[in-house]
């Protein structure tokens, strides 16, 4: 494998991994839900998924 091939591989589970948490984050968002967040102290946060979605995507959260 090349390594321009392998950039492309790596650019594809990129892209995917992208559209996996926009899809998660949206269901999420739609079912008042909350997500685990890692804060900058080793720890977590559990925080909403309907604040994460508006500030990451700058877009409404959809009603079903």
Known sequence: MSEE??????????K????????M????????????????NNGYREVSAREVFTQLYNEPVPSY
């Open 16 to 23: 995917a991994l992208e559209i996996a948490e926009y899809e």
């Open 5 to 14: 091939q392998f950039n492309e591989e790596i650019n594809k589970l990129k």
């Open 25 to 40: 984050l949206r269901s999420k968002a739609m079912k008042n839900e909350t997500i685990i967040q890692s804060d900058n």
